[in-house]
Nanobody, 123 residues
Framework: QVQLVESGGGLVQAGGSLRLSCAASGRTFSSYNMGWFRQAPGKEREFVAAITWTGGSTFYADSVKGRFTISRDNPKNTVYLQMNSLKPEDTAVYYC????????????????WGQGTQVTVSS
């Protein structure tokens, strides 16, 4: 069992930066692949970024590639999402999620989810 709590969301102007954190409970955090997803009003939840359990591989949606960076600190049971050059279209609730086994960009394959943190980018 893994419990996830996101933080770091807020209101930022276009071109600005935010760093999201996701704190996990449980001693098996280091064995899970971690993903960030987002959901804007009226839209489906979409993949943003993922990192393998070792931290050795990262994956990004095309829409955020080059602007967002996912990382993890296993001793601290935390995964991060550094978001730079933010755009109004990045506005959404951001969720972190945990998945054992092979990483995925499909939300339904993730076993555990946080409650989400709101990111709002003003133009």
């Amino acid at each position: 069992q893994v419990q996830l709590v996101e933080s770091g969301g807020g209101l930022v102007q276009a071109g600005g930066s935010l760093r999201l954190s996701c704190a996990a409970s449980g001693r098996t955090f280091s064995s899970y692949n971690m993903g960030w997803f987002r959901q804007a009003p009226g839209k489906e939840r979409e993949f943003v970024a993922a990192i393998t359990w070792t931290g050795g591989s990262t994956f990004y949606a095309d829409s955020v590639k080059g602007r967002f960076t996912i990382s993890r600190d296993n001793p601290k049971n935390t995964v991060y999402l550094q978001m730079n050059s933010l755009k109004p279209e990045d506005t959404a609730v951001y969720y972190c999620a945990a998945k054992p086994g092979v990483w995925s960009d499909y939300a339904h394959r993730y076993s555990y989810w946080g409650q989400g943190t709101q990111v709002t980018v003003s133009s």
